[in-house]
T-cell receptor
Framework: SQQGEEDPQALSIQEGENATMNCSYKTSINNLQWYRQNSGRGLVHLILIRSNEREKHSGRLRVTLDTSKKSSSLLITASRAADTASYFCATDPDSGGGADGLTFGKGTHLIIQP | DAMVIQNPRYQVTQFGKPVTLSCSQTLNHNVMYWYQQKSSQAPKLLFHYYDKDFNNEADTPDNFQSRRPNTSFCFLDIRSPGLGDAAMYLC????????????FGPGTRLTVL
C-alpha cells in the first residue's frame, strides 16, 4: 500500500528560485529518505533523515522531519536547470525486523525553467 | 567505481515468453532489492534478499521469481509476462539491515509485445 504522498505532484520554477516539496506518510518509521530520478533512469539517493532527527542539510538540500505530523519537506535552494527531475520520498517502516524495502511516494516532478 | 549494474537496459519479449533480468553489484552489500516502476508511478517493491534470506512482498504475483546465487548477482525471472508487466525494473542494494540507504542500478525497461 502507498505510504508516502508527495505534494505537489508537479512544480515549475525559475532557475535560481528555491523549490520546496512535501511528503506525508502513515505509519511509524525508522528513517525517511529522498531520492532523485532523471527521466528514464535509476534513482539516486539524496539524503536520509532518521526518526530522531528533525533537520538535515546536504549542500543545497535541506530536509525536515516532523514525526508528530508524519511529514517531511525537501528544500532545494538556488535551483539549477540540472535539478530538473522527479523527487521521491521513501520511508523505511518501523516493523521491528529491519532490512525491509522502502515504500515510495508518487513523486514530485520538478521543472527548472532557465 | 563501485556500482550496481543492470543488464540489459532494454528488453523486449513476447506475451507469455519467459524473460530474465540481471543485476550485479560491486559494493559487496548484503541486501538486494527488486522494484517495479510503471510509467509516472512510484517504484513498488517486489522482493528483497538479506544475504540469502528471501523476502517476498505479499502482493507480488507468483509470475515473478528471483534468484541470488551469490552476493554479487541477483536475477528477476518473469515466467509468463503479460502486457501489464511492461515497466521499468529497478535493482537496488544496501549495506546494512537498518538505516538502509539504497543504491540503485539504471534499470531495465521491459516491453511486452
Amino acid at each position: 500500500s502507498q505510504q508516502g504522498e508527495e505534494d505537489p505532484q508537479a512544480l515549475s520554477i525559475q532557475e535560481g528560485e528555491n523549490a520546496t516539496m512535501n511528503c506525508s506518510y502513515k505509519t511509524s518509521i525508522n528513517n525517511l529518505q529522498w531520492y532523485r530520478q532523471n527521466s528514464g533512469r535509476g534513482l539516486v539517493h539524496l539524503i536520509l533523515i532518521r526518526s530522531n532527527e528533525r533537520e538535515k542539510h546536504s549542500g543545497r538540500l535541506r530536509v525536515t522531519l516532523d514525526t508528530s505530523k508524519k511529514s517531511s519537506s525537501l528544500l532545494i535552494t538556488a535551483s539549477r536547470a540540472a535539478d530538473t527531475a522527479s523527487y521521491f520520498c521513501a520511508t523505511d517502516p518501523d516493523s521491528g525486523g529491519g532490512a525491509d524495502g522502502l515504500t515510495f511516494g508518487k513523486g514530485t516532478h520538478l521543472i527548472i525553467q532557465p | 567505481d563501485a556500482m550496481v549494474i543492470q543488464n540489459p537496459r532494454y528488453q523486449v519479449t513476447q506475451f507469455g515468453k519467459p524473460v530474465t533480468l540481471s543485476c550485479s553489484q560491486t559494493l559487496n552489500h548484503n541486501v538486494m532489492y527488486w522494484y517495479q516502476q510503471k510509467s509516472s508511478q512510484a517504484p513498488k517493491l517486489l522482493f528483497h534478499y538479506y544475504d540469502k534470506d528471501f523476502n517476498n512482498e505479499a502482493d507480488t504475483p507468483d509470475n515473478f521469481q528471483s534468484r541470488r546465487p551469490n552476493t554479487s548477482f541477483c536475477f528477476l525471472d518473469i515466467r509468463s509476462p503479460g502486457l501489464g508487466d511492461a515497466a521499468m525494473y529497478l535493482c537496488a542494494t544496501s549495506a546494512s539491515k537498518y538505516y538502509n540507504e539504497q543504491f540503485f542500478g539504471p534499470g531495465t525497461r521491459l516491453t511486452v509485445l
